[in-house]
């Protein structure tokens, strides 16, 4: 562990003095004072007590304000703008690296599935998840379903009553036609082989504390349905925390998102690709593939696709 990160976690149990920290990692205090600068430097405004070195009480929304507390393993590697968080993750993937989340205050090309264009203002969570975690390909879906508990998940816990439309979106509000209005969209990139995952990228974008005015049609933020703003670090390291335990137990993460889609027992549409299935959502099946029944009778299992929900007959 470095000295940054260790000052950082030894901070969020209360003061703690230079030389006693030296001394718990075998390190100089020289060493801890340069952590303590650069953390410093970073806007982390760490004071210096007659009890030791302290914590700034409101940590700023970076990388040392983001790992402050954070109960999870990842580096966070945080940019005020970036083109794209996953093109950001995917470069730390060809250099060797792994858990990692890239966060950035703004992207100016963010993207989501089949290639559209995600708007990524000021005041989103916009972050991406690098892991190499070591099941087969074929097992990546149900990564994707995790991240989308992880974040519905926080999203309530920051007071938004939100739900999952199959696969990956997190919606608030009506249940009906399209599904409810978006909060957050979720997009999985990965490298392998057949049988082992050489790297895994989870993108998750948020619209956090985004003025409604600058989302397109059918979308809306945390902050418009709250009427005030969230705490944007403590929000992420939900996430982030979430999805760490969720991945680290794939047995639990369909229980979880069953729990809280609204896709099941919803008429729904989903177009594949070179057709279109309707009919009622009745079930999930590991890793994440869509069980619907069609009006003739028949079971379809949908590996992927856009899934949109349909008003029952007569509303």
């Avoid at 998750?204 to 902050?223: E, F, H, K, Q």
Wanted: proline share 5%.
């Amino acid at each position: 562990m470095s000295t940054r990160r260790a000052l950082l976690d030894a901070l969020a149990d209360g003061p703690v003095s230079g030389p006693d920290l030296a001394a718990d990692l075998d390190v100089s205090r020289a060493a801890v004072w340069k952590a303590v600068e650069s953390l410093r430097e970073e806007g982390f405004a760490i004071e210096s007590t007659t009890e030791g070195y302290v914590a700034p009480a409101e940590p700023p929304y970076s990388a040392a304000g983001i790992a402050f507390g954070l109960d999870a393993p990842y580096r966070i590697d945080y940019h005020d703008v970036v083109d794209s968080t996953n093109a950001r993750a995917r470069a730390l993937a060809a250099a060797g690296e792994a858990d990692v989340a890239v966060v950035a205050g703004e992207q100016r090309a963010g993207r989501g599935r089949v290639h559209r264009d995600w708007v990524s203002p000021t005041g989103g969570v916009w972050t991406s998840v690098l892991t190499r975690p070591v099941f087969p390909t074929a097992h990546a879906p149900a990564v994707t379903l995790a991240a989308a508990v992880a974040t519905t998940d926080a999203c309530r816990e920051a007071g938004v009553d939100a739900h999952i439309k199959w696969p990956n979106d997190v919606l608030v509000g009506d249940t009906g036609e399209r599904g409810g209005r978006k909060l957050s969209g979720i997009l999985t990139e990965m490298e392998g082989e057949a049988d082992r995952i050489t790297w895994l990228i989870v993108g998750i974008g948020v619209n956090a504390n985004v003025d409604p005015d600058r989302l397109p049609a059918g979308a809306t933020s945390l902050w418009a349905e709250r009427g005030e703003k969230i705490d944007r670090r403590r929000f992420l390291q939900r996430v982030l925390e979430r999805y760490h335990r969720l991945t680290a137990e794939p047995d639990r993460i369909l229980e979880a998102w069953r729990d809280r889609t609204s896709t099941l027992g919803s008429r729904v549409r989903v177009e594949t690709g070179d057709a279109a299935v309707e009919g009622t959502a009745i079930g999930v099946e590991f890793p994440g593939t869509l069980v619907v029944l069609t009006d003739d009778g028949e079971h379809r299992r949908i590996h992927t696709g856009d899934c949109e929900h349909l008003r029952p007959a007569g509303e």
